[in-house]
């Protein structure tokens, strides 16, 4: 099969030319999905500032600092690392056709600082450790997170595609791959990301780690972490007081969220309906504002195809409240039978009665509030 040379950021790579079709599937001989161009420019940036942060405070070199892409496909994640950051990247994939395509890639773009392995993910993970982990399989991490998380020394960052089980529509699947009960409503994708979170923090907690979420994002099909590893038992313990249960009331909206590992809640609501229980859910912060404004700041010195999508993502990440959950504006105008006001001048009424009231990366029409539901109402009607 011949090859196509695609860019992406500074790095050229080739991918199979079978790749050039709208919707990439497993079966190609190696996977390239130019949907995701913006989750590798975040990544790109992302890591570099991580690794400015940990050379500054630890003077590691960085050509010392070992970042791990466990599942390449054609490398282009691992390869952008190595030529736009400069640590020492090893790419690995179980196919053998994929390794000798990274292999070409490397000798391409003459990288000397990465090297290429064909291992089963977990058998790599579970032998070396490396400074940075980065996980992107088909599909679930979930058989994957135990030895990510056990390898991970600095960072772990993890990328999901199987939205449908972490969302509660497939509720089954979610419980077996995450160890928690999902919600399917209209918050689900951001309940996708707190099931994932809450799953990575018991992963690494295990091993006597704590993990500090400094970006997190779910965006179309997918959900996208990049979690900071702290040392020590005593962090990790801290970290697992991030984890909760949330009651949600189907007929009024109304939501509690209870921090602990095994809570009572009430299956009754204040208005009498019967509450659906959800968790256990990471409930603490989805990302650090300063790690978001310094992505953004690096985001803006970088050439990038998906610069202004990415720097617009990250910045509503960097503004979003730290508030489980969001609310949809639109589905309370449909109850409140009127026409949705702009967003903004709404937010900004909440917020001069006292309230916070931000938007959300996770829609346009989503937002986050301390507010009480009536609250919320009567600002929608004035
Ligand atoms: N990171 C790539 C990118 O940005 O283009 C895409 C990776 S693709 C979603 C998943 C890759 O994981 C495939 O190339 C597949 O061959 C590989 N893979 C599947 N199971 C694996 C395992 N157990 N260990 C290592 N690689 C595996």
């Known amino acids: 099969a011949g090859f196509l ?10 991918v199979p030319a079978e790749n050039d079709v709208k919707i990439p599937t497993a079966s190609v001989s190696v996977f390239y999905n130019p949907e995701m161009e913006m989750n590798r420019d975040i990544n790109v940036a992302a890591t570099s500032v991580f690794v400015g942060r940990l050379a500054e405070r630890k003077g590691f070199e960085k050509i010392n600092i070992r970042y791990l892409d466990a599942f390449s496909a054609s490398g282009i994640r691992g390869l952008r690392i190595a030529n736009e950051v400069g640590i020492s990247v090893v790419l690995n994939d179980i196919k053998p056709e994929a390794v000798n395509l990274i292999q070409k890639n490397i000798t391409e773009n003459n990288l000397q600082n990465a090297s290429a392995v064909c291992e089963d993910a977990n058998v790599l993970l579970c032998r070396e450790k490396f400074a940075i982990v980065d996980i992107d399989p088909f599909g679930t991490p979930s058989p994957f997170l135990d030895a990510a998380a056990m390898s991970a ?32 409503n209209e918050f689900h994708s951001e309940m996708g990301l707190r099931i994932l979170l809450g799953s990575i923090a018991r992963e690494t907690a295990k091993f006597d780690k704590g993990i500090r979420p400094l970006l997190s994002h779910s965006t179309r099909h997918y959900v996208r972490v990049y979690a900071e590893i702290l040392h020590g038992a005593g962090r990790a313990d801290q970290t697992l007081q991030n984890l909760g249960f949330l ?14 590992l095994a809570v009572f809640m009430s299956e009754t609501c204040e208005c009498g309906s019967k509450r659906k229980l959800a968790g256990p859910l990471w409930l603490g912060p989805l990302r650090e504002e300063q790690f978001c404004s310094d992505v953004i700041s690096m985001l803006d010195q970088m050439p990038l195809n998906k610069k202004e999508p990415a ?11 730290d508030l489980p959950f969001f609310y949809d504006q639109h589905m309370f105008c449909e109850e409140l039978k009127i026409s949705a006001p702009p967003i903004e001048p709404f937010l900004e009424k909440l917020r001069t009665a006292g309230y916070i009231a931000t ?7 989503s937002f986050k509030t301390d507010a009480p539901i009536d609250e919320i109402k009567k600002k929608l009607l004035e």
Not at 5 to 14: A, D, F, P, W
Not at 311 to 321: F, G, M, T, W, Y
């Open 5 to 14: 040379k695609i860019e992406e950021g500074t790095t050229n790579v080739l």
């Open 247 to 260: 009651a949600w009331c189907p007929h009024c909206n109304n939501r509690e969220t209870k921090n602990g």
């Open 359 to 365: 938007r959300t990366h996770f829609s346009g029409t």
């Open 311 to 321: 720097k617009k993502l990250v910045e509503s990440c960097k503004n979003e409240a």
């Open 153 to 184: 020394t600095f960072l772990l960052g993890v990328t999901a595609t199987d939205t449908a089980p972490l969302c509660g529509a497939h509720l089954k699947s979610g419980m077996r791959k995450y160890d928690a009960v999902p919600l399917n």
